[in-house]
């Protein structure tokens, strides 16, 4: 069993109604009782935007957080029609929101308009979950390492308080296919990872990178062989708290 505290990070996409703070209390109550293996704010939850007031409201945690999963890069009022900005989301109880993931990015997100979101999260104090991540045709190209530099030189600056930054590595061939990369290989590219954002942003400290894509119960254990992995960020399955729980034991076993 490895000693190293991770971050487990549930993205709910679109999913849930105000019953459903059952499955986030079925998960802070898993928190509270597992202390010695869960670290303060280390479990997070992106919800939909309609819920994290409500849900802010009612829930009592020493371990467990909230988020969104995406901001409009202007921080704070303006005539944005069904926009919802960092300001806001931090007023509604946010601490988190993810920005980057490739289903935004495929409705047109581009890097340069990834940043401005980063600016604008980080202006409010929200930490932010930047994904980056290479298709499969890219992948079958041999540009995995070419994608990934793009994408961390032109979404992230010097000037930007890294301390409140989590790299997410989600190969898009992967998210909700069932297919994981072969681990050595994935070794390899969360390396390449640290090393580029030291390089790039001129940081000391090792960076937090986690992995996403169809993480599940039966195969976040391999993920184990892989220091380098500060967490996971897990889609689908942070949708059921049985789930999202088996995936945090599986780990630790």
């Given at each position: 069993?490895?000693?190293k505290l991770k971050y487990f990070i549930g993205n709910w996409k679109m999913f849930g109604d105000f019953n459903d703070f059952k499955i986030v209390n079925k998960i802070n109550k898993f928190t509270q009782k597992s202390k010695n293996i869960l670290k303060k704010k280390k479990v997070i939850l992106c919800l939909p935007n309609i819920l994290i007031y409500d849900f802010n409201k009612k829930l009592k945690s020493k371990f467990l957080s909230l988020g969104a999963q995406n901001c409009h890069p202007h921080d704070k009022y303006g005539p944005y029609t069904g926009s919802?900005?960092?300001f806001m989301?931090?007023?509604a109880g946010a601490k988190y929101v993810i920005l980057g993931h490739s289903e935004n990015r495929s409705e047109g997100d581009s890097n340069i308009l990834i940043r401005e979101k980063i600016v604008s999260a980080l202006k409010q104090k929200l930490n932010v979950i930047f994904c980056i991540g290479e298709t499969l045709k890219e992948k079958k190209l041999n540009k995995t390492n070419f994608v990934l530099n793009q994408q961390i030189k032109h979404s992230l600056s010097k000037k930007i308080n890294f301390n409140k930054i989590i790299i997410a590595y989600e190969p898009v061939?992967?998210?909700g296919t069932n297919k994981i990369p072969n681990i050595s290989e994935l070794k390899v590219i969360i390396k390449f990872i640290k090393n580029?954002?030291?390089?790039t942003l001129k940081i000391k400290k090792s960076p937090l990178v986690?992995?996403?894509g169809s993480v599940n119960s039966n195969n976040v254990k391999l993920f184990s062989d892989i220091k380098e992995i500060d967490g996971f960020l897990i889609g689908g399955a942070s949708q059921s708290s049985n789930k999202f729980i088996?995936?945090?034991k599986n780990y630790y076993k």
């Open positions: 069993m490895t000693n919802v900005s960092s989301l931090k007023k061939w992967s998210i580029k954002l030291k390089k986690l992995y996403g088996d995936i945090i």
